[in-house]
Each structure stands twice: as C-alpha cells, then as structure tokens.
C-alpha cells in the first residue's frame, strides 16, 4: 500500500534512536582529476580521494531507488536480484538496525512491485507520487524532517537513481544536503560493449563522485556503524 510522505513516520525513527550513537566517523570516496597547471601530467595521475567525515544519523535518510522484484530484461533482473540479496538487505537490515530512517522512492509503474526482500515496515516512508516527481517538495520534505545527508542506493544508477527529481543530480543542485552513494548497492544498465567490466557503473559512480557527492560501500557503512 503507497501512502504519502509523513515525516511524523521519520520522527518516529529519530525517537527509538540510543542516545549514546548519534554520529559516526564514515569513509567517503570522492575522484580527484590531474588538472595540474604548473606540471606535466596525464590522466593517469588523477586518484581517488579518502575523507573519513562525521556524520549526524539523526539527520542521516537511506533513499532506495525502484527497487522492482522483477525487470522486462532477464540478465538484468537476474543481476539486479543478486545484488539485492548481496548488498541492498544487508544495507537495509544495517540501516533498520540503527534506526537510520528509510525513504522507499519508487515509480508507480502499473503490474510491476516492489521487491519482497525490502517491503517497508511499519514508520517507513514511501513517497507519494506528488513528492517523488517534484525536485522542490522533496527538498521541502526533507527539511521539514532535519535530512542533511541521503545515501542513495537502487537502480539503475546510470537512470533513476541519478536523474529522478528525487536523484542524485537534482538533489545535489540544491546544494542543502551530503550525497552519499554507496556504489555497491547499485548497478547500471549496460551496454553490449560494457557489460563484462560493469563499465557503465563505474563512469556513472565517477561522475557522482566528481560533481555530485562522495559514495561509499555497504561495508563502509557496517564499519561506521558498528564500531
């Protein structure tokens, strides 16, 4: 059953929260281009970036993004099923464990539904229609909840999970909030030439991780939390 964003259901979250774990220390990876002006360099000298950054759970949102039980395209849905075994579960019990609150932000696509492995529990959002298509009364709704960081998770990362008006890109625009994407919890949708090397990930996970936010891995997350 959809039911509109509440952010009394949020409010919930923040309240069962222990006092004594209100922020963690993460690992965030962010991509530093060789622009050097002074040196000789090629594109071979650009690295990633480690920042280990403090965060406040209180203001801390997961957004899963269409996460379907199935997909027209076999292949993919048959990836898309593992990863979500692999990585979307653990990343929600993770989340669910530590009362991280959990945005489920999903098209309405008539005959498709929403995995059985991640059904919203009880003070879970699920975005109304009305907020999920608009960039502004997402942004409305997650200040009136205190949000300051989202982590993204869901598919496909080279579609909705960047450009939905409740993505990445739109989100990022606003400039209000940490953008978190943790990269492993997502795949794209690729072609016949990038397939074998997921290459079409990895350029998508690139091009967050130099104009749009950091990312990091399920396993990131696990060490943050359960230190």
Known sequence: MFITACVFCLSCQVAQREENKSRISLKVRSFTASVKNKTWNTEKDSHFSYDTLDYDLDRMALVLVDVWERHPNGGWSARAQRNIQEKIVPLLELTRRHNIKVIHAHHLYEGWELSK??????????????????????????????IKTVLYAGYASN????????????????????????????????????????????VITN??????????????????LDQ
């Open 117 to 146: 492995s991640i059904r919203p529990l009880p003070g879970e959002t699920i975005l109304g229609p009305e907020i999920a298509q608009s960039t502004a009364l997402f942004d409305r709704f997650l200040q009136k909840a205190g």
């Open 159 to 202: 579609y909705c999970v960047i450009n939905r008006p409740v993505g990445i890109i739109p989100v990022s625009q606003l400039k209000k909030y940490n953008i978190i994407f943790v990269r492993d919890a997502s795949l794209a949708f690729e072609t016949p030439e990038t397939v074998e090397g997921f290459w079409t990930h990895r």
């Open 207 to 224: 091009l967050i991780e130099t104009q749009f936010g950091r990312s990091t891995t399920v396993d990131g997350l696990k060490t943050a």
